[in-house]
Structure formats: structure tokens, C-alpha cells
């Protein structure tokens, strides 16, 4: 009985951790998508994005690639990079009106 309480406070915690929000992005996504920012203040602040595509109902859909932390492991302490997708979707005046990210 007392494994068991132990796995699933263990498992818990795991989940926890595991969390999909990552505060330092949203307080950066959030205050631009209310200010309208538009596709020029990324390019100039975040640099050009790893991919861009047309939206059917007009727009652009930005796509960028960032390392964000890792782990290292044994054997001699190999270093495994999480990669941080961050999508942000403009409309037709160039403004970001949608934004999500995963992996961060």
C-alpha cells in the first residue's frame, strides 16, 4: 500500500512538472497580441522565423524553432536539447492575432 502512495505522489509530481505553461513566454506572447504588434516588430526583435506560410482567410502563419533547455545524461554526460516551437498567426493587416508554442 505504501508503494503504491509512493508511485502515485511520485507520478503526480511528474505530471505537475509536465505542465505546458511557460510563464516567461506568456508574459512576452500576451502584452503583444493586446498591443498589436505586427510582423515587423518580430522580425526586428526575434529575428527572422524558421518558417512562414500563407493562411487561407488571409495572413501569415510564422513559425520559430529555439532551444530551450535539455538534459544531460549518462554515458559521459551527453547534452539532449529540447526544442521550443513558437507559432504566431497574423491576420491581413499584418497584426499577431493568435499565438501558441509547445516544447518549451
Sequence with gaps: MMQRLAWLLLFSLALTGCGGSNPYLEQSLKPAELQGK???????????????????????????????????????????????????KFDKEEKLSDSSYSGC
Excluded at 515587423?40 to 530551450?68: D, Q
Aim: charge should be positive.
Design 38 to 88: 505586427d510582423k515587423a516588430w518580430f522580425e526586428k526583435n526575434w529575428g527572422a522565423p524558421s518558417g512562414k506560410a500563407t493562411r487561407f482567410f488571409g495572413g501569415e502563419t510564422w513559425t520559430y524553432y529555439r532551444i530551450a533547455g535539455g538534459k544531460s545524461g549518462l554515458p559521459l554526460f551527453n547534452f539532449s536539447p529540447n526544442q521550443c516551437q513558437i507559432t504566431l
